[in-house]
């Protein structure tokens, strides 16, 4: 089964650092490329990253400059770091899979809290 | 990177068909055809129904279907089923970013 498990995520006050992981499994992790999506409590979807390899990287101007995304192909996962992190950050974080058929496969969401 | 601009809710009684629309701009949806929607249940990760505007995944039904003109994007749901109720979020790429759509509320009266 074609899948992505996230871990990572809580609670950490503003300004601090936190580190998301989300691991592949049950396809060839290396022929796609991954993005990172957010969603606030009680509000839409709003796309944080996008990954193809180490030298095509895309972020939201919301989030460029504090977060960085990456990806060890060796260990089919996929990583978010986050710094400076502020109470807007706030939100079920979300690993997505990029294929042809647009973003196919989800992580199960994992919460992250910005608040002191 | 402003959002796509999606109608906050729309209803609709089972059996009758509804149309959600995603309005961008020349610089995303009227410019590239990577418009996919999404179908997302209380609690749950989103399910993508519809990609590339128009074509279906794997197992998606066909009572779901897609279409653009110009900076617009819909999303039509025929023959609604009270499972289809859900939150819709249209979602397009523009020149090295993904923006999503507000989303719209789907209530099946």
């Known amino acids: 089964e074609e899948q992505l498990v996230q871990s990572g995520g809580g609670l950490v006050q503003p300004g601090g650092s936190l580190r998301l992981s989300c691991a592949a499994s049950g396809f060839i992790f290396t022929t796609y490329s991954l993005n990172w999506v957010r969603q606030a409590p009680g509000k839409g979807l709003e796309w944080v990253s996008y990954?193809?390899?180490?030298?095509?990287?895309w972020y939201a101007d919301s989030v460029k400059g504090r977060f960085t995304i990456s990806r060890d192909n060796a260990k089919n996962s996929l990583y978010l770091q986050m710094n400076s992190l502020r109470a807007e950050d706030t939100a079920v974080y979300y690993c997505?899979?990029?294929?042809?058929?647009?973003?196919?496969?989800w992580g199960q969401g994992t919460m992250v809290t910005v608040s002191s | 990177q402003s959002a796509l601009t999606q109608p906050a809710s729309v209803s609709g009684s089972p059996g009758q068909s509804i149309t959600i629309s995603c309005t961008g701009t020349?610089?995303?949806?009227?410019?590239?055809?990577?418009v996919s929607w999404y179908q997302q249940h209380p609690g749950k990760a989103p399910k993508v129904m519809i990609y590339e505007v128009s074509k279906w995944p794997s197992g998606v039904s066909n009572r779901f279907s897609g279409s653009k003109s110009g900076n617009t994007a819909s999303l039509t749901i025929s023959g609604l089923q009270a499972e289809d109720e859900a939150d819709y979020y249209c979602c397009s790429y523009v020149s090295n970013n993904w923006v999503f759509g507000g989303g719209t509320k789907l209530t099946v009266l």
């Open positions: 997505a899979r990029d294929s042809a058929y647009g973003f196919d496969i």
């Open positions: 020349s610089n995303d949806i009227g410019k590239y055809d990577h």
């Open positions: 990954i193809r390899d180490t030298s095509t990287v």
